[in-house]
């Protein structure tokens, strides 16, 4: 049995990789900010909000095998209407909590001496979608983060990253809330289908668990959107 945290653990694509983790028998540690969800035996639940300026992690143990980081933001606007402070916003949710929560459980994670972290990006960042600037800004800067961490932390710990198209999750809910944009969406995609939370978690599990050999990656797990033209 390994231990895990998952930051953002209670709701959509964190809370699959906790089940998915918890029903490989991993000892899970979750965090929520607004969406509590409830302990079961090998799962524990902590709020966390990772844009206060000082938060503890002390309910942690002293060796770590995995982190997550899944909070994030899907705010699509014409880039005219973004003010310069919605990306500061955005940065400090999606790339500073990231950075603030990895150097707190740094040393559990070396302790462990073969921990893996995992970030998340989107599909837009190496695609290019309008209206994704805030999105992609912030994303991009995850990815870059992930080969040059994974470069510094190896061998002891590996750090990979996850791009998902759109995902049938709570934050997704606004661009999936009618027939025509679930159906449009729907058609995009190579594999014709939207993409589900255990599409994600399943390979959040082979990135944390199984790819012993693989760190700096950005893994797409998109229908094939991210690199197929249909014809």
Partial sequence: MKNFLVIGGSSGIG???????????HRVYATFNKHESADSERVSYHQLNVSSDDFSLNFLPAELEGLVYCPGTINLKPFARIKPVDFVTDYELQVIGAVKVLQLVLPALKQSGNAAVLFFSTIAVQSGFSFHSLVSASKG????????????????IRVNCIAPSITDTPLAAAL??????????????????????????????????E????????????????NLKLT
């Avoid at 944009?181 to 390979?203: F, V």
């Avoid at 790819?211 to 991210?226: E, F, I, K, R, Y």
């Fill in 15 to 25: 809370k699959a990789i906790v089940q998915e983790l918890d029903v490989e028998g």
């Fill in 141 to 156: 800067a995850i990815e870059g983060l992930t080969r040059s961490l994974a470069a510094e932390l190896a061998p002891a």
């Fill in 176 to 209: 999936l809330s009618t027939d025509e944009k679930r159906n449009a969406s729907i058609q995009r995609h190579p594999l014709k289908r939207i993409g589900l939370p255990g599409d994600i978690s399943r390979a959040a599990s082979f990135l944390l668990t």
């Fill in 211 to 226: 790819a012993t050999w693989m760190t700096g990656q950005v893994l797409h797990v998109d229908g094939g959107l991210s």
